[in-house]
């Protein structure tokens, strides 16, 4: 049995772009010698690999994590949130039970059937329960879509909310549409590109300010008639009005559920709803709400902290075959993934399988925008690592620098090109040590990020960019005697990866993983 560790080089992939690619730009010799010299291939690290809905869904740490550590694609989004709903698990959840007690309970989406980032089947079957579960009062802000459904197709779907509104509206339950707009015009930014979205969103859902109408389908007719040709994501905002005041703003006391399941063009509007000090635009008095996401859109920063959707249900992980097995492991990061190697490896599963054969350590984190220190702790990891090595107490060592990854959200590209020859260096070092101590090096990442640090606007300039990536990672083997089979992304993706581990540390894959990537 050979001994392993593995390195997860967070946020770090290989561009399809060019643009900003700072892993591309950064000084990286051991990475580049690792790339030429021994066996290696890229793994998909987004979309269907990781159980998300569709290919154009980035992969993120937490799923990153799930698919390394667990040898499995479980659902994800779209598919998590269909299985939550049909088994009632939602509807059980503490969360759901106390967006119920808000005197309105507001719902904010994307009013669309396309699967991308909602579906209207989700937000159907929330108006009912919520009607079941003693809710008086809802309103519904919609975004109206032409983007991942036909570009005119608006009033289609606002035909169906208003009659589902109608079927559920009686003596005992009031809903009403209180205010949309086209989703490249309000609320629905990515990125940070268009802070103006997120406030122009603000002002139409919760304070209600902007132009009025009698219902959607006056304003989206008026919109229509003034500018032909347009189309429904570029729809300008508009409030419903009853006898000159808005039918539902949102107010303290009130409940906010983000209907949403896709992450990238939720985080902003959610940062809007929980940040206490948002400096983005002038938000002006934060309503006291109880504010939800379909799901956790950012794991890293605990976005939103209420979500009605947990993570799926994994069995069978690496680590509990590896303690069935008498391996010894440890786990290491700093605090920012330290969660990602021990909660998300084990499949969302809090302690360990095995007090006696499993260590973890997390080293503190600093409390410091990263782009000020982009080095973060990874000389710390390092050390540890190197002493776990030298110990000869472990067989398989897991660590994580989140380097590439946590700079990378800042958007400056001076700090994470430092960031990412950090962990160059940390990789230097620990070939070495792996060397000495008869430990096979094998290095991935959980997804991109600082491969793309840039992206082009509307204009055709390029804009800072601060999330992830769809770009494939790498994975390699340092034992030029390891053969690994032909094919690359389209064939393998991170869930390859557990089985891989077990098979270099002479232990049988779990059947239902991933095949191995070893020949």
Known sequence: MKKVLLVVMDGIGFS???IGDAVA??????????????????LKAHGSAVGLPSDDDMGNSEVGHNALGCGQIYSQGAKLVNESIESGKMYESDVWKKALTGATLHFIGLLSDGNVHSNIEHLFNMLRR???DGVKRARVHILLDGRDVPATSALDYVEKLESVLAELNDDTFCGKIASGGGRMKITMDRYEADWAMIERGWDTHVKGEGKFFKS???????????TPGIIDQDLPAFIIAEDGEPVGKIEDGDSVILFNFRGDRAIEISMAFENENLDKFPRGAKPDVIYAGMLQYDGDLKLPELFLVNPPEITGTLSELLVEKGIRQYAVSETQKFGHVTYFWNGNKSGKFSEELETYNEIPSDN???????KMKSAEITADVVAAVKSGEYDFIRCNFPN???VGHTGSMDATIIGVEAVDEALARLEQVCADAGFLLVITADHGNADEMFEKDKKGNLA????HSLNPVPFVVC???????????SVFGLANVAATVAQLLGVEANPVWEKSLLK
Not at 28 to 35: E, G, I, K, S, Y
Not at 216 to 226: P, Q, S
Not at 368 to 374: G, R, Y
């Open 216 to 226: 959607a389908k006056e304003a989206i007719e008026t919109f229509r008639e003034d």
């Open 464 to 467: 800072p960019r601060t999330a």
């Open 25 to 42: 730009q950064a000084k990286t010799p051991t990475l580049d010698r690792f790339l030429s010299e021994y066996p290696n291939v890229r």
């Open 130 to 132: 919520a009607k079941a």
């Open 479 to 489: 034992d030029k005697s390891v053969a690994l089979k032909d094919g690359d992304e």
């Open 404 to 406: 590439g990854d946590m």
């Open 16 to 18: 399809s772009t060019g």
């Open 368 to 374: 410091i925008s990263f782009d000020k220190a982009p």
